[in-house]
């Protein structure tokens, strides 16, 4: 068997709505990517330069609404009407499921973005930092990932059924 037909045998396999969870996850994962790439390979004039943040974060956005409107449309165009069909009570629980381990990874990521803000305005600490506008840096991180870990979480729950931890 050709690796293009093992892929169109687990295409099969999935259900619309795990091909939808998947796309959504890749999509997260470039961004991050993307994100991460630009602020590591940035010299420390463009990391202290706030014209040059807001353009990263303003093309991440763009990007991320770009990307996931194209993404829909797709969707809609392949399936059957069921992106208009509710979820069911199995769906709805790996939904929340997702949430609530996004929601920690969000509260730790801006738990540690707001410490690291309280760090730098130490003077003791002030003078030993340095990454600019850290804090922020690591909010976008914890949004992102924490979306990342949303849409893998309702995957492999949706796949292994174990829905009630």
């Given at each position: 068997m050709?690796?293009?037909q093992?892929?169109k045998?687990?295409?099969?396999?999935?259900?619309f709505?795990?091909?939808?969870l998947?796309?959504?996850?890749?999509i997260?994962?470039?961004?991050?990517?993307?994100?991460?790439?630009?602020v590591?390979?940035?010299?420390?004039?463009?990391?202290?330069?706030?014209?040059?943040l807001?353009?990263l974060?303003?093309n991440?956005?763009?990007?991320?609404?770009v990307?996931?409107?194209a993404?829909y449309i797709?969707?809609?165009?392949?399936s059957?009407?069921?992106?208009e069909?509710?979820?069911?009570?199995r769906e709805?629980q790996?939904?929340?499921?997702?949430y609530?381990y996004?929601?920690?990874?969000l509260?730790?990521?801006l738990g540690?973005g707001?410490?690291?803000?309280?760090?730098e305005?130490?003077p003791f600490?002030a003078?030993?930092?340095?990454?600019p506008f850290?804090?922020l840096?690591?909010?976008?991180i914890?949004?992102?990932?924490?979306?990342?870990?949303?849409?893998?979480?309702?995957?492999?729950?949706g796949?292994t059924?174990?829905?009630?931890?």
């Amino acid at each position: 068997m050709t690796r293009q037909q093992k892929f169109k045998e687990w295409l099969d396999s999935c259900s619309f709505r795990e091909v939808t969870l998947l796309v959504d996850l890749l999509i997260c994962g470039y961004i991050l990517f993307y994100y991460l790439r630009a602020v590591l390979l940035a010299s420390t004039e463009q990391l202290s330069d706030i014209t040059w943040l807001s353009e990263l974060l303003g093309n991440v956005i763009i990007y991320s609404i770009v990307l996931m409107i194209a993404s829909y449309i797709l969707l809609a165009l392949a399936s059957e009407k069921e992106l208009e069909q509710p979820m069911d009570v199995r769906e709805k629980q790996i939904n929340l499921i997702g949430y609530k381990y996004s929601a920690w990874i969000l509260q730790i990521g801006l738990g540690i973005g707001i410490f690291q803000y309280q760090i730098e305005a130490n003077p003791f600490f002030a003078d030993k930092i340095s990454m600019p506008f850290l804090p922020l840096h690591i909010m976008v991180i914890a949004f992102i990932l924490a979306e990342i870990v949303f849409y893998g979480v309702q995957l492999i729950k949706g796949r292994t059924g174990a829905i009630y931890d």
